[in-house]
């Protein structure tokens, strides 16, 4: 027995009910901070990185070694990069989670 056409397109288009809330689960605070910590470390990480990499590209400037010089902006606009998506993580997530939540 087959189902008719549109009793599968309604069957689809059922909404569980599903939406994330806080509170459900134990250790969501202690996550929160595990989480916080992490992007604390890597973002100290990234400017000791830019740090490094504007030190090889400003020697390699001054000593006429071109690769050096190359590899320095590489790594200057790499840890550049690095540090605007750590920043930017809770805006892109809420975003593109927002954006979700309006798909029907």
Known sequence: M????ADRVIQLA????ITPSGGGLPGLSVL???VNSI?????????GALA?????WAWGHHTGGHQAEANGKKGAVVAAGAALGLGAANG?????????????
């Open 92 to 104: 892109i997530i809420a975003f593109f989670s927002g954006l979700g939540s309006q798909v029907h």
């Open 32 to 34: 929160k901070n595990v």
């Open 14 to 17: 059922y909404d569980p009910g």
């Open 39 to 47: 992007n604390l470390f890597a973002l100290v990480a990234v400017v």
């Open 52 to 56: 490094v990499s504007l030190s090889v």
């Open 2 to 5: 087959s189902v008719p056409l």
